[in-house]
Each structure stands twice: as C-alpha cells, then as structure tokens.
C-alpha cells in the first residue's frame, strides 16, 4: 500500500508546523499556486508505521550479509553516526563564518592529513560529493594540467576494458574520447596494446587497482611508465582501495591522481544508494588543480581555501564544501580505528576473500582466475552450470536472496560471462562465511536436483521476480489518484 | 582459514604485490582509540563551535524538522542498505523512491521526477546537459545573474569541458530581477535553454510566466531552478505561461535535512514525460511481479553508464538516498497544509524582519518586488564589519553580497525562516542598530577592534 492510499482529506500533524497560519502579504496573486501538491494527509503513526515496514522490506548490513563485490558493505559503526549527528555540527550554516567552525573544520583538515597518508599524495581536496564526481575531478584536472602547458593535442582517455562504467562516462563528461584497453587471460592489462595504444594524443590512464577482476595489476609499474613516457598521466579509482588500505599506497604505484569512495573504504553508510563522498588526492604535479574548497592551516587557524588562493583549481562542484556529514563519519571511523585497524582492514578483507575462494573452488565453483590470488572479492563464472542446468548466474542470486543473503554483484565485470563478484568485507565473521558457503553449495545442487525451482527464485520475499521490461515499456514513474 | 586457503601467514596473500609496493605503512594517522575517547573528542569539537542565532540563507535554510524524519531514516534497513540492484530484496527503498517521485513531480507540477541527483548545483549543472542532450543543435545557455553565484560557477566547471557556454543576463537594478523586455538582446542566439531561478538568489520572484513563453518562442528549454518550499505558496513551474516549464531543477535541503556544514544535501530533478529518457540518475517504476503482483524496480537503465558506458546520460551512479528518504519522511509528515504553514511563516518572518532593520537609520531595502523568504538590504556601513561584530553577540547576520555582487554596494542577503521569532528579529535589530549607528559616530576602525562593545 502506497502512503498516498492512508490519506485523508483533512488530516494531519499539526503540531509539526507552525500553529497560525501567516498571512501571504506580499506575494501577487499571478505568482500563487492554484491546487494543493499531492502529499499525503495522514497521522505521524501512520507515517512511522508505513516507514517502518517499508524499511523490514530491505535487506541491509544491518540484517544480512551483503557481500556486493566493488561495493564495500561493511558494517558502518553506529558511533560514526551519533558523533556526526552532534546538535552544534548539524546545525551549522555552510556560509557561516570560519571562526564559528573552528571544531569541524579541525575535523576536516585532520581528515584530510589521514587521506594524505592513506593515498600517499600530496594534497587532498574532500569536496567531491560521490565517487563518479571524484572520478569527474580527477580526469578534470588531468585536462587543466595539459591545458596549463598548452599541450591542446591531448584528446584520449585510456580506460581498461574491465573498468568501471563511471570511467568511459567520466572521460566523456570531460570532453575526452575513449580507447579502451584489452585485459590478458590472467586478468593484467595488455602490455603490448597499451604500447600500440599511447602516444602524443594520449591524456592519461584510468586504472582501478586491484582491477575489477578482483586481482591485483602486477605490471602496474611498467603501466606507469609507459604512459609517462608517453606524456599522459595515470589516474587511480579508488573503488577498490579497502583491499590495500595501510598496505599499499597509490602514490608509489606511480599514480598522479586518485578517488577514494569513502563509503566504501571508510565505512560511511551506503544509504540506500548515497549520500556517498569522494575526495580526491593528488601529487605535486597535478595539485594546483585540486577542486575547492580545501582546508588549509595558519598558525592555529583553519581556514577555506578558494579560488583566490588557487587560481588553477578546476573550481566548485557543489554549492557548498562537500558532503559534510559523511565526511565526519569517515572521520570517526578513522579515529575509531587508528593506524593499526587500517592496516587490519586490507589484511582481513581480502583473508576473508581467498578463504571464500578457496572453499567455493572446492565444492566445484568455477573461478574466473583461477592461477591468481583474490584480493578483497574475487569473480566467479557460471558459464558451465547455464549450459548444463540452465540456471544463470541471475537465478543463483535471486535464490541467494531466499537463504537470507544479499547476492554479490552480477554480471560485473562484463568481460566474465554469467559471473558473482564477491566482496565479503573485513567485518564478517567466519561462521557467517561459513553460512555463506553452505548456502552457494545447497544451491549448486539445487541447481542440479530441481533446475525449475532455482530458476522460479525468489520464493520467499515480498514479490516475485519483477518484470522489468514492462518497467522500461509501460512507464508508471509517479502514482496518480483515481476517481 | 589459513589452512583452508593453502598459505602460512596473511602476508602470503599479498604476494602477488611488487615487493617494493608492501611498505606503505601508515605514519600520519594516529593510534585508534576507544568510543568513548573519540566521543569525548567530537563533543569538544561541537563545543567549540557553539550555536549560532541563524539568519543567512543563501541556498540551505534552517527549518524544523520533525523528530520522526531521522528517527526513522537511520534504521539499519534504510541507513546501511545499498542501490536497490536486487529489487525484491529493497521493496523498501524502492517504493519510498516511488512515493518520493510522486511527491516531487506533483509538488513541482512536472509529469516525472528522478530519484535525485548530488545537490542543488551539480543538479543544475546535469539539467544544463540534459538539455544540450536533447536540443541537438544549440550548446549556449543563458543564465541570469539572479541565478545564486557559486551554482553558476558549479555549472561551469562542471559543463566547459564539452564547450558549453553560459551567457549571463545583468538583472534589473530597481527589482533585483531578469527584466523580460531584456531577453530581446539574446534573440537569434542560438541557445538550448534559459533558466529560470524562482525565487532567485536574491529572494527576488521573478516573471515566470513571461519568462517561459519567451524561451518557448525562440525554441529554446525552459528550466526552472526552485525553493521547494516555496512551492508550496508559488505556481509550480509545469505550469509556468502557456506550456510550463520543460525541465525543474533545485535543492532539496529545505525539505528535511539538517544544514550540517553544506551537505549531505540532494538535488531533485524534474522534467515532461517527453524528456525522461534524457533525464541522468535513478529513476524509479511500478511494474509488476511474475504473478501479477504490484512492485518496484530501477528502471531506464539503458540511459546509465553501468550499462551505456561512454553513450550514457551521465556518469552518475548513487543519488542521495538517505536524504531523499528524510524528505519523503517530512513531506508525508507535513502534508500539504503543513507545508504551506511553514511557506507562509518563512515568508511572514522575512517580511517581518526587513520591516524591522530597515526602521534603523543606514539600513535600507535594496530592490522594490516582491520576496519569498530571503531580502537584500544596503548597509550604511561595510557589511563584513557588521557581520563581525553581529557574530560576536551570537548572531550569523546573512550573507555578504560583495564579492559576487559588488556593484550592490554594501549589501546583505537575509532570510528568516519559520524557526525565527518575534525575540530573535528584535534581538537582530537591537544589535544591528547599535553596530550602524555606532558605526556612524566612530572611526572606521572602532568595531573592528572592539566588536563586544
């Protein structure tokens, strides 16, 4: 039942708005609206209640495991939340003075000096809003930089075929074309492409690392040189940092500029699709670029730093600093945690992956890159069972989703036909891995026992499998009274 | 889980790394520390900054916000779930998302709405794409300068990398507003739309209906930049002049979020049935299961860049779901008439304020039409010493125009919305007064140094 379908004329909460209703003095009756906007007229109970049970409809870290490959769903720490959600920090206006946010900006700048750390860059800009704006910043900068050497020629983006789909959009919001690069059956770029691929038109290389493909890029210092060497600069999308967090930095991997989603790695929450963060980091090369506002330090001060004291910034990308309040999260978390937990996080996310790993291959799973080490997620095929029971990987998710668990990310990357990408996260225990794994191995032989049933998956959530393609045909976008 | 896997140490597992990459030990984080160190740690940093007597605007307003609305959004079924990818498992997000789309697209009297963008001004740059997309020939815009500064700059640094250009129009110096007569200036210019900011930066209604026609004849997109709770008192921009406005763009802050330093904020975006195959972001349908039953799902995926890629509408992936779920929360809870009562208080309390300040000597209200819930007023006295010295008796004053808009002189930007009362308009003026006429008597220099006094 839609919330529209509790309303009644007339009924309200009237003690969550002004009591009187003001007079409109001066407002000329040709600007006033004409018909009451369609909100619904119901009790604050009703509101709490339909909302309540929409939410039980979700599955979520908080109540299933959800091991969404490239997504990062960890378990987000409620105290991240309490401590961002303190009166004095949400109700401070975003143009009030910096001498009245001296608190939060310490907590901005402090931030920033971690990020720093983590990504092995010079400086770090919070402001981007979500990770494809960070994605936008970075590759905007890469054009700034070659722009501010006059080098006009630079016209092309190399994105690796296993790449994000946010890489290619984002490299055409920036004006650029794209070239993609082939991958080599073990999962590394194409050396011998990317050569043949680089030249003088050549502006940079986006590379996620570890890849899509739930590997690391072992050649990714000749990567480096090659598109060095070729003038272009190297880019990093940080999707998949949780997996080398306090282990490995991008800056020695010889990468300019980098992306971090911090509601992936930092473990703000995912809120049913955002808000996300995604700062962006970059070395001394491309800095002067960095979007702004920046927080900058004098003596004991904080202070923004604009346009006027970097000229060369790619400018704003929002009205105000950033996503504010995700950024605090992050930064608890990042107290919370300290220097040795960061180092943790890389070393039980990707445990927890190889052991996945490895106990699927043994109950006959088919991995995808079967000669290497996962990272923090790994990729599956089903190719096989398709061709044998006709279940595809989409049906092995939907009946994931009847034994209680989220499924992982399907058909991503595309270049694995019928695949789960599996990211199981450092915050799951054992016994849930272990639940996990039982429950892909009843499935493969449900699979094989009773192909029908798997295909007819889900059977136990509020609806059946939805049909999406009278979705897109039949658009019903917004509900509409009747009668 | 070692054994299982076939290796000795952790450290095995990362063999596969160059040697020379696996020493990137942290050195600037410091040592983790317990919940309770760092909860003392953020409430010393909240201290710090104290709470303000608030009466800057500018794009993110102070409005109640019902205890429930946050209540409810940060249950872990809503808080930690992600995209709704696996629609039968997020029936939750997914029909709120629905709900909220409906809420949007009525409330801005346009056939559909997505499931929202980053923010106001990003939002507003996509809104410029989108139109460039689907007008084919034209890629200049016109803007007004009554459009608020920093979302101009957004859209421009946001759209010049695929040679968009933005042409500013001057605004009416006695009415703070876009002069119709004077888009005549443009005519035979080639552009793929005009957009139109109501209530403008300067709280300023502008000639919507005017407006929209004017862009209609000379084939260009109309897209309206609005005050979601000013669309509660104001016409909604579907049905600006004769065929409304094609595509509605704006912040939705207003509508239950906190000002939390500027963000997490959302942009909603609107648009005609015609265009939505153009619009970027989720978008929400009703569908049906494969017993017949109602459900929800993500739909025109085609247009996103998970599937298209290079051809998609946007690079755009998540929307600001957890703030788009506190805005469905606060407008079912409100309901329409308890969205009008806070329009129309907003706009009571501003009218209310600018009669007050401007009954002291040296204050002055700059342009003569009429206002939503924001006013600019001169100063007889240079704003930023003014705001200083209002700052140290507890009171953000407003939002100093002169950098974006010197030729304004000394001027400030003031809202007060339906949180401020009749004490803290009479607190405002009694400090204002004393700092303007003080101001008048003594040296330049005196305030400054001396702002308690």
Redesign the interface.
């Known amino acids: 039942m839609?919330?529209?379908e509790h309303s009644q004329t007339g009924?309200?909460?009237?003690s969550?708005?002004?009591?009187?209703?003001?007079?409109?003095?001066?407002?000329?009756e040709?600007?006033?609206?004409?018909q009451?906007?369609?909100?619904?007229?119901?009790s604050?109970m009703q509101?709490?209640r339909?909302?309540?049970?929409?939410?039980?409809?979700?599955?979520?870290?908080?109540?299933?495991f959800?091991p969404?490959g490239s997504?990062t769903?960890k378990?987000?720490?409620r105290?991240c939340?309490?401590?961002a959600?303190?009166?004095?920090?949400?109700?401070?206006?975003?143009?009030?003075?910096e001498?009245?946010?001296?608190?939060?900006l310490?907590?901005m700048y402090e931030l920033q000096?971690?990020l720093?750390?983590?990504t092995?860059m010079k400086a770090v800009s919070l402001t981007p809003?979500?990770?494809?704006?960070g994605?936008?910043a970075g590759v905007?900068m890469i054009?700034a930089y070659h722009e501010s050497r006059g080098d006009q020629g630079r016209t092309e983006i190399l994105v690796p075929d296993a790449a994000?789909?946010?890489n290619?959009?984002?490299?055409?919001?920036?004006?650029y074309t794209?070239r993609e690069i082939p991958t080599d059956a073990n999962g590394d770029v194409d050396i011998e492409s990317l050569k043949a691929a680089v030249g003088p038109q050549t502006a940079g290389l986006m590379l996620t690392n570890p890849s899509t493909l739930g590997?690391?890029e072992?050649k990714?210092?000749e990567i480096s040189k090659i598109v060095h060497e070729a003038g272009g600069l190297l880019y990093y999308d940080g999707a998949n940092l949780n997996a080398?967090l306090?282990?490995?930095?991008p800056g020695?991997?010889g990468f300019d500029v980098i992306h971090m989603n911090l509601?992936k790695t930092f473990s703000t929450?995912?809120?049913?699709?955002?808000?996300?963060a995604g700062p962006v980091a970059a070395n001394s090369r491309l800095e002067p670029f960095l979007?702004v506002p920046i927080v900058g330090q004098v003596q004991d001060k904080y202070l923004w730093e604009t346009e006027k004291t970097r000229p060369q910034s790619?400018?704003?990308?929002?009205?105000?600093?950033?996503?504010?309040?995700?950024l605090l999260r992050a930064y608890?978390y990042?107290?919370?945690?300290?220097?040795?937990?960061?180092?943790r996080v890389a070393?039980f996310s990707?445990?927890n992956a190889?052991?996945i790993?490895?106990?699927l291959a043994r109950r006959g799973f088919i991995l995808a890159f079967p000669k290497?080490?996962?990272t923090h997620e790994f990729v599956l095929t089903f190719k096989q069972l398709k061709e044998e029971t006709g279940v595809s990987a989409m049906d092995v998710?939907?009946r994931l989703?009847d034994k209680g668990f989220?499924?992982p990310?399907t058909y991503?990357p595309l270049l694995v036909p019928e695949c789960f990408l599996i990211e199981p996260t450092e915050t799951e225990a054992?016994e849930e891995l272990d639940r996990f794994i039982a429950a892909m191995d009843e499935i493969l032989k449900e699979a094989h026992s009773s192909a029908e049933m798997v295909k007819g998956a889900?059977h136990t959530?509020?609806?059946?499998?939805?049909?999406?393609v009278?979705?897109?045909r039949?658009?019903?976008?917004?509900?509409k009274r009747t009668g | 889980m070692l054994a299982s896997i076939g290796v000795k140490s952790i450290n095995d597992l990362f063999d596969e790394i160059p040697e020379n990459l696996r020493a990137g030990k942290l050195t600037q984080v410091p040592e983790g520390q317990s919940e309770m160190e760092v909860g003392r740690l953020m409430q010393a940093r909240a201290n710090q900054d104290g709470t303000y007597l608030n009466f800057i605007g500018a794009g993110a307003y102070e409005h109640h916000i019902p205890a429930a609305v946050w209540e409810i959004v940060t249950r872990g079924e809503f808080y930690s779930a992600y995209t709704p990818y696996q629609a039968e498992a997020s029936q939750g997000t997914l029909q709120l998302l629905y709900e909220y789309q409906t809420m949007m697209a009525s409330l801005t009297g346009m056939d559909v709405s997505n499931a929202s963008l980053y923010d106001g001004a990003s939002g507003l740059a996509e809104s410029v794409l989108m139109a460039v997309r689907a007008h084919k020939q034209a890629r200049k815009i016109l803007m007004p300068s009554t459009v608020h500064p920093i979302y101009r700059r957004v859209v421009q640094a946001i759209v010049k990398n695929q040679n968009i250009e933005l042409v500013e129009i001057p605004h009416g110096n006695e009415g703070g507003h876009t002069i119709p007569e004077s888009l005549k200036n443009y005519e035979g210019g080639e552009f793929a739309a005009l957009v139109i900011p109501q209530p403008n930066f300067f709280g300023v209604l502008e000639e919507v209906d005017a407006l929209t026609d004017w862009a209609h004849a000379h084939n260009m997109f109309a897209i309206g930049l609005v005050n979601p709770t000013a669309l509660a008192l104001l016409t909604p921009p579907g049905n600006w002049g004769e065929k409304g406005a094609d595509i509605t763009v704006g912040e939705g802050q207003p509508l239950g979020a906190p000002l939390s330093s500027g963000g997490p904020y959302y942009g909603f975006l609107c648009c005609k049935q015609a265009l939505v195959r153009q619009m970027p972001g989720r978008i929400i349908g009703r569908t049906v299961d494969k017993n017949g039953k109602s459900g929800f799902a993500l739909t025109l995926q085609a247009r996103e860049q998970h599937i298209r890629r290079s051809k998609a509408t946007s690079n755009i992936c998540t929307n600001q779901g957890l703030v788009v779920a506190a805005s469905t929360i606060y407008m079912a809870l409100l309901g329409p008439e308890g969205l009008e009562r806070v329009a129309r208080a907003s706009h009571a309390n501003t009218l209310a304020l600018v009669e007050r300040l401007t009954a002291i000597k040296g204050v002055t209200r700059v342009f003569n039409r009429p206002v939503f819930h924001e006013a600019v007023l001169r100063l007889d006295a240079p704003v930023a010493d003014a705001l200083r010295a209002l700052e140290a008796q507890g009171i953000l004053g407003g939002y100093d125009l002169s950098e974006h808009y010197p030729h304004l002189g000394q001027a400030l930007l003031i809202c007060a919305t339906e949180t401020r009362t009749r004490e803290d308009i009479e607190q405002y003026a009694f400090h204002l007064e004393r700092i303007v006429s003080k101001r008048r008597l003594d040296p330049p220099c005196a305030v400054k140094a001396n702002p308690n006094v």
């Open positions: 839609l919330i529209f009924r309200g909460n009237p969550q708005a002004p009591l009187s209703k003001a007079e409109v003095k001066d407002i000329p040709k600007f006033r609206r004409k009451k906007p369609l909100l619904p007229e119901i604050e509101a709490v339909h909302y309540t049970r929409l939410s039980q409809k979700n599955f979520s870290i908080d109540t299933h959800y969404l997504c769903m378990y987000n720490p105290a939340n309490k401590l959600m303190l009166p004095n920090l949400l109700g401070r206006h975003p143009y009030a003075p001498s009245t946010g001296q608190g939060f310490a907590c000096e971690m720093k750390d983590v092995g809003l979500a990770g494809a704006q994605e936008f905007a054009r994000h789909g946010t290619p959009a984002t490299a055409v919001m920036c004006g794209v590997v690391f072992r990714i210092h080398i306090g282990r490995v930095k020695d991997m509601h929450p995912h809120g049913g699709g955002g808000p996300g979007p790619i400018g704003r990308l929002s009205a105000n600093m950033g996503n504010a309040g995700v608890v990042a107290r919370l945690l300290g220097r040795e937990g960061m180092h070393e990707t445990l190889n052991y790993m490895a106990e290497r080490r996962a998710a939907k989703l989220h499924a990310t991503f054992k889900p959530l509020p609806v059946k499998r939805l049909d999406d009278r979705a897109a039949e658009l019903d976008l917004a509900w």
